[in-house]
């Protein structure tokens, strides 16, 4: 017997240039019953309200406009007809630019506590591009059957940054993120530049483009300056050869696979098909999209358009960045929601790495003691694929030695189908009144944090969302 | 043409059980062409694909496979439990009233039933009226016995007494059919029965196990007063895990003293 839940998700966007909400419902379908492992899926996803895109507001240079954003979150939500308690889940994404502001930690946080309770924070250029690409539908897109085996790449061309991520049957294989965007050159109404990246003017400069703020940018230049960031974007996915200024304006890497399919998103993907006046949002997005629709991914790669563009990374963090556990995992004794626990990777993966899991782990976890991690953490691992009744006694036996040093509540994440019976054998062993949290089905990285949602599906399945965050 | 052979290229195919690679890595193909749109297939299904064809025959190895798992599952239905499993899992044994495998494949209604002497020994070695009755069947399956009970039954038995449930003294049944659940129960007035029992082999398993269960069976409960969890083995639920998760069907089932289509689970 199928049984569905819905639970509405919100995804806000503050980035470089726009800021956006898009409220969603999310469909649970659970399958139980004869001959079936039960399961609980994401079956549906609605978009109910999209916002209105806002431009993010700054009050410096190097600041965002916290009362500012908070005003807008406000202004949506009455507008939408909800309230911070109806919404379930959901993800406040700081990107682009906007993540490099002094105070961008303080102005996320802050909105995800008045945005819902399990509303959280992510931060982060490739957990960005992970976000848009499913936004944009280029994760499946490389599920489709003509596409199997093929690697499916979307760029995310916002203002300040371009997020590349490529999937491959439904799985993330490699992402990326340049400093490449629409408006790294800014104009103001009579076409002189105000404001213009550093590393754009530089680039710009090896080719013999000077370019000063406060100098006219005419349409040539423009043009050149484009062409360039362009030919970097072409490298960067290998339609063009490899080029050192790729490395140079990679935020922080690029990809490592050669994509076959494109889509684009983000605000310049709106600019490549639709004809618009040269600067009329003063800056480069226009000229950058109509070079783009001239350039290599039109003319020698294959180009699909998108399903969302401009909203597709706040559609990604409504839609995408929930994760649901497996159905057969235990928990007691814990208060929900439980935000942003930092994960230890352990080595556990076959029956010889259990012994010694304790010390390894005890070692980890003072290791990041004394980086001042705080005290709570989630010991992550691989899993047993077909454990034993002893081998999980002894791994219970353990995982429970390092119970006092763990935090509360003791939270064991695995990918193999296990969290029940380790759930069962580690509630033997520690204290009735300890909480403790047994998940699996979830995949995570030493470093990754990760949050807890309420249960769904009756009690039998846990959202979580695993991300990363990096602030300034 | 280069072949591709994710067996081992020295796997000598006529003198090794193909049965024991699996099937996720059983491959041969004539060329890498479209080798990550075969990864994907693979990984996504156990089926046979990718298995590589001469002309309209199969390949030596998948064909010898296709035979292979064809006797296995044959075997797992003909063959007996060996004495040695019953002693080491601590059980005794009892028998149905069907003679042998061949009665008990053709008389269904007799892999039920007890005589008088077989209910009696029942009657005098078990624990009268505890809250859960487990006992483990052959069924269609034996070597599910083997390869899921000693995982199963303490994994279930630790979890359930961490509760405070009682469980009764587990014991074999040989020729065991499903319904024997109601006959045991009758004997025995458990809360809940459960039978571990080894269930009809295809050709991707011949070691998978069901737990049937009900709250208080009778000879006149329903069918769909069974709750059922099936498919444990190492390709299907992990035995271990199976176990925590019966056993909290257990508890959901003394707590709401139902089972099957009403238990709300």
């Known amino acids: 017997m199928d049984k569905t839940e819905s639970v509405i998700s919100v995804g806000i966007d503050i980035g470089t240039t726009t800021t956006q909400l898009v409220f969603s419902r999310l469909t649970l379908q659970s399958s139980g019953g004869y001959g079936i492992t039960p399961k609980t899926v994401v079956s549906d996803k609605e978009i109910l309200r999209r916002s209105h895109i806002y431009f993010t507001p700054l009050t410096g240079s190097d600041t965002i406009d916290a009362q500012g954003v908070r005003r807008i979150i406000e202004q949506e939500y009455a507008a939408a007809g909800f309230r911070p308690e109806m919404i379930d889940t959901g993800a406040v994404i700081i990107t682009g630019e906007s993540l490099r502001k002094s105070n961008s930690r303080s102005v996320c946080e802050e909105i995800s506590s008045i945005a819902g309770d399990f509303v959280v924070t992510s931060a982060g250029p ?11 539908g280029c994760m499946e897109l490389s599920e489709q059957p003509e596409n199997l085996g093929k690697i499916c790449c979307n760029l995310d061309i916002g203002g300040g940054t371009t997020n590349i991520a490529c999937f491959r049957g439904g799985e993330t294989i490699s992402v990326g993120c340049l400093d490449i965007g629409g408006r790294l050159i800014r104009l103001d109404s009579s076409g002189r ?11 710009a400069e090896r080719s013999g483009i000077m370019l000063e703020t406060g100098s006219v940018l005419g349409t040539e230049t423009a043009e050149q300056v484009c062409r360039i960031m362009c030919e970097v974007l072409e490298s960067a996915v290998g339609l063009a050869p490899p080029n050192e200024t790729v490395g140079y ?3 922080n890497h690029s990809i490592d696979v050669l994509p076959e399919l494109f889509t684009f998103s983000g605000g310049v993907a709106d600019c490549i098909s639709s004809e618009h006046e040269n600067f009329e949002f003063g800056d480069l997005g226009v000229i950058l999209g109509r070079t783009l629709r001239r350039s290599k991914f039109f003319r020698e790669g294959r180009v699909i358009s998108a399903a969302e563009t401009m909203r597709a990374t706040v559609i990604g963090a409504g839609n995408c960045s929930i994760e649901l556990s497996g159905s057969t995992i235990e928990y007691r004794n814990c208060v929900f929601p439980i935000k942003s626990v930092p994960v230890l990777r352990q080595r556990l993966s076959c029956a010889a790495d259990i012994s010694g899991f304790a010390e390894r782990a ?8 004394a980086l001042g991690a ?19 006694e002894q791994l219970a036996a353990e995982i429970s030695s390092v119970s006092d040093i763990a935090g509360d509540p003791l939270m064991i994440v695995v990918e193999e189908d296990m969290a029940k019976v380790l759930g069962q054998a580690l509630k033997r ?18 470093g990754d944090f990760i949050d807890i949602g309420e249960p769904v599906s009756g009690g039998r399945v846990i959202p979580a969302v695993v991300k990363t965050l990096i602030f300034r | 043409m280069s072949r591709v052979f994710t067996l081992d290229g020295n796997t000598d195919i006529l003198n090794c059980d193909l049965t024991n690679i699996p099937m996720q890595e059983f491959s041969e193909r004539d060329s890498d062409e479209n080798k990550e749109v075969y990864e994907q297939y693979k990984k996504a299904t156990p089926a046979r694909v990718g298995i590589g064809h001469t002309g309209s025959r199969y390949h030596t190895a998948a064909a010898l496979r296709f035979q292979a798992d064809q006797y296995s599952a044959a075997n797992a239905v003909q063959m ?8 080491e899992l601590g059980l005794f044994e009892v028998q149905t009233k069907c003679a042998s495998k061949y009665e008990m494949l053709t008389r269904p209604d007799l892999g039920r039933l007890f005589t008088e002497e077989t209910k009696k020994i029942i009657s005098e070695r078990c624990v009268h009226e505890p809250d859960v009755q487990i006992f483990i069947g052959d069924g269609l399956c034996s070597p599910s016995v083997e390869a899921n009970v000693p995982t199963m039954y303490p994994a279930i038995c630790a979890a359930l007494e961490y509760e405070g449930i009682t469980v009764g003294t587990p014991f074999f049944v040989r020729y065991c059919r499903v319904n024997t659940v109601r006959t045991v129960a009758e004997l025995l007035h458990p809360k809940v ?21 009900a709250y208080n069976a009778r000879y006149d409960m329903l069918e769909s007063d069974y709750t059922v969890v099936s498919n444990i083995s190492r390709v299907g639920m992990p035995p271990a895990e199976a176990a925590a998760n019966i056993a909290d069907i257990i508890k959901a089932m003394l707590e709401q003293k139902t089972s099957g289509y009403g238990l709300k689970y």
Request: aromatic content about 4%; hydrophobic content about 40%; glycine content about 10%.
């Open chain 1, 249 to 251: 304006m990679a935020t």
């Open chain 1, 429 to 446: 062993r520690i204290p009735r009144s300890e909480p403790l949290i047994c998940i699996d089905g979830i995949a995570c990285g030493d």
């Open chain 1, 193 to 203: 530049i105000i404001y213009i990246s550093d590393k754009l003017r530089k680039l």
């Open chain 1, 126 to 136: 490739d957990l960005e591009s992970v976000l848009a690409g499913k936004g944009a």
């Open chain 2, 193 to 213: 029965t459960c039978v571990l029992i080894g269930e009809r082999p295809g050709l991707l398993t011949s070691q998978s196990m069901s737990a049937y269960m």
């Open chain 2, 80 to 87: 007996e439990v060996p004495e040695r499993v019953v002693k």
């Open chain 1, 362 to 369: 005890r070692r980890s976890i003072e290791n990041c003691g």
């Open chain 1, 374 to 392: 705080g005290n709570h953490i989630a010991l992550s691992f691989a899993g047993l694929k077909n454990p034993s009744f002893d081998e999980i």
